[in-house]
């Protein structure tokens, strides 16, 4: 099992920035990669970013590449998602993942252990 514990989320105005962080703990040798995702109200649960536990390959959802970066801390179990230019439609519930299947994936139900979700709220 892997446990993950988001922080950093809050109310910022437009423009503004955010950086959140995911704690993560347990079997995270088995961790190949960590992504976010979002779920605003009455949408379904979208990706956001993902990166490689080992190498640090990352892609990103379009609406927010340029945007935001996700970044991992191997020795820390970490993960993080620096949020700059924040728009109104980002919006949501952010969620930290993990997937411990050996395949990259930016589907939601590929990957097996959830965070409890931190709310971002941009305001225009």
């Known amino acids: 099992q892997v446990q993950l514990v988001e922080s950093g989320g809050g109310l910022v105005p437009a423009g503004g920035s955010l950086r959140l962080s995911c704690a993560a703990s347990?079997?995270?040798?088995?961790?190949?990669?960590m992504g976010w995702f979002r779920q605003a109200p009455g949408k379904e649960r979208e990706f956001v970013a993902a990166i490689r536990w080992n190498g640090g390959y990352r892609q990103y959802a379009d609406s927010v590449k340029g945007r935001f970066t996700i970044s991992r801390d191997t020795a820390k179990n970490a993960a993080s998602l620096q949020m700059n230019s924040l728009k109104p439609e980002d919006t949501a519930v952010y969620y930290c993942?993990?997937?411990?299947?050996?395949?990259?994936?930016?589907?939601?139900?590929?990957?097996?252990?959830w965070g409890q979700g931190t709310q971002v709220t941009v305001s225009s």
């Open positions: 993942a993990a997937d411990r299947r050996l395949e990259w994936s930016t589907a939601p139900n590929e990957y097996d252990y």
């Open positions: 347990g079997r995270t040798f088995s961790v190949y990669a």
